[in-house]
């Protein structure tokens, strides 16, 4: 914490270092930079998502104080959790924040947030009380949310459910807020950015789609490695053979335990492109563009009622219930007849197309960042009120 004049200015330390922990944190980014009176913001990339990364802090003007750059091919859990333990402690040393923001339940969030936590500084969690209730899936992320609630000073909740969740946990309640999800505010900012500007060269599709109606489809989950990606692809060739107005666009993740079973099953299929992962801007004019999604990850299940588009949820449970409840999506697992039973039914059947179209986002409303910063403040004032007040 340093001083200026009379007032305080506290550190804060971000800590991230995947492409979706990028994109939820860039508003609570953005926000704190515009408190420049009351914050010091101290960003720092852990760095093993690389490609992936670099692109979202470019798009949303974000820089990285600290780089770990702990990339390396092939990486595995114990790598990504002793090389941001060990890593991120001589940051949190030298510069001695007042707190440490991490975002959801990637491994390195969890790894730095126990640093912070063997080093007695306080830790928020944006993102926090999401539960599938089976610490398997999605793997490792179950877990490692579980184990930042438990650490955190302050619990950053997207919905009341979320909050409930860890009331139930026996969590301090003072430490639970809910706010909505940072997400849905840099989701609602890009799509203003992209409906702005809809020529501009680098939000263009640069696949050769043809007429008809377009299936997106991402599947990167580690419970799917293997046999269920294949069913995944082999249910997505089917819809293919089986609908000729249909062409399926797959963002495959660069994981080589993706791809294997991906280009092995969908390589030469004239209407299914398998692309790399687009930039934010890109993948949200797929979202508009596209008829449905396909998808197993979280993020894509928060984004998708806001652009009004049903999801398949490729997964047996999902931490967030409330895109199922509203009618939004529908879970299919891995299972390929029911993947093309479900997929089916929203292209033959326009009143099931329409009834899954959510009328609002039940994960926010845009203010989720002002929300989270506006407490941070409040807790870094009150901690200093509390000390002075020490006999």
Do not use: W
């Not at 990028?22 to 101290?42: G, N, Q, S, W």
């Amino acid at each position: 914490m340093t001083s200026e004049g009379n007032a305080r200015v506290f550190k804060v330390l971000l800590a991230f270092g995947t492409r979706p922990e990028a994109i939820k944190l860039a508003p609570v980014y953005r926000e704190m930079k515009r408190r420049t009176d009351r914050i010091r913001l101290i960003c720092y990339v852990t760095g093993q998502h690389r490609e992936l990364l670099d692109k979202v802090l470019e798009i949303f003007t974000v820089r990285a104080d600290h780089d770990l750059n702990i990339f390396k091919a092939s990486q595995d859990l114990f790598h990504v959790t002793a090389a941001v333990l060990a890593g991120i402690k001589a940051a949190l040393l030298g510069e001695k924040p007042d707190l440490l923001m991490v975002q959801g339940d990637t491994t390195s969030a969890f790894a730095a947030a126990l640093a912070a936590f063997y080093l007695q500084i306080p830790i928020a969690h944006v993102e926090a009380g999401l539960r599938s209730y089976d610490r398997f899936q999605p793997f490792p992320e179950e877990v490692n949310r579980r184990f930042i609630s438990l650490m955190a000073d302050l619990n950053f909740c997207p919905t009341k459910r979320a909050a409930e969740n860890l009331l139930a946990e026996k969590i301090d309640p003072f430490s639970i807020h809910v706010t909505g999800n940072t997400g849905i505010d840099a989701l609602i900012a890009a799509m203003k950015i992209v409906e702005a500007e809809p020529d501009r060269p680098d939000f263009r599709l640069d696949v050769p789609l043809p007429p008809g109606r377009m299936i997106l489809v991402t599947g990167h989950r580690r419970e799917n490695f293997g046999k269920g990606l294949a069913n995944l692809a082999l249910a997505l060739v089917d819809l293919a053979t089986k609908y000729k107005d249909v062409s399926v666009v797959y963002s495959m993740h660069p994981n080589p335990n993706v791809r294997r079973e991906i280009e092995r099953i969908l390589k030469g299929h004239e209407r299914i492109f398998v692309i790399p992962p687009p930039d934010y801007f890109r993948f949200i004019t797929l979202m508009k563009r596209c008829f449905f999604i396909v998808t197993d990850s979280g993020g894509i299940q928060e984004e998708a009622p806001s652009v009004k588009k049903p999801v398949l949820v490729a997964r047996t449970v999902t931490e967030r219930p409330e895109v199922v409840e509203t009618g939004a999506a529908i879970l299919v697992g891995s299972n390929r007849d029911r993947i093309v039973e479900e997929a089916s039914r929203l292209l033959e059947d326009p009143a099931h197309y329409s009834s899954m179209i959510a009328r609002e986002n039940p994960f926010g409303d845009g203010h989720a960042s002002e929300r989270i910063v506006d407490t941070v403040e409040q807790f870094l004032i009150s901690r200093v009120a509390d000390t002075k007040g020490d006999p």
